[in-house]
């Protein structure tokens, strides 16, 4: 039997007089939500919701596996287009826009839930990559 450390998941129901706590004893595995994925379904001791483990991230729903993510993402961070991208990973088109979409609104809410106070005197925004071609002129 696997041993897992559960308490870094958290109720997800409102309801809940432990939701949003991490760390407790409230949580268990309770089957399988997909065994092919080996993603688990976990419930909380304290009110009885089941949910996904995947609940609350980019890959809730997804077929992909974690690897295929990490790899979206890295071509991704890397500059790759998203077409290019997706030929690389071997998903369509559509799995990168979707992953990227969810990806990104994770990042957001993170940043945001995780900076604060910062009074920024000074921007400077740089590209983190950038092509710039020069045509040869044939004279």
Known sequence: MEERDWSIFACPNPDCSTFGQRGGTN??????SSKAHNIRCLRCTTCGR????????????????EDQAVQIAQHLAEGNGLRPTSRLCGVSLNTVLRLA????????????????????????????????????QEL
């Not at 949580?27 to 399988?32: A, D, L, M, Q, T």
């Not at 089941?50 to 809730?60: C, D, K, N, V, Y």
């Not at 993170?110 to 009074?119: E, G, I, N, S, Y």
Request: aromatic fraction near 10%; glycine fraction near 8%.
């Open 50 to 65: 089941h949910f996904s483990e995947r609940a609350g991230t980019p890959l809730f729903r997804s077929h992909l596996t």
């Open 101 to 136: 979409a969810r990806a990104g609104g994770h990042a957001q809410a993170f940043h945001d839930t995780m900076v604060r106070h910062v009074a920024a005197k000074q921007v400077q925004a740089d590209e983190a990559w950038s092509f710039v071609g020069k045509k040869r």
């Open 27 to 32: 949580i268990r595995p309770h089957g399988w």
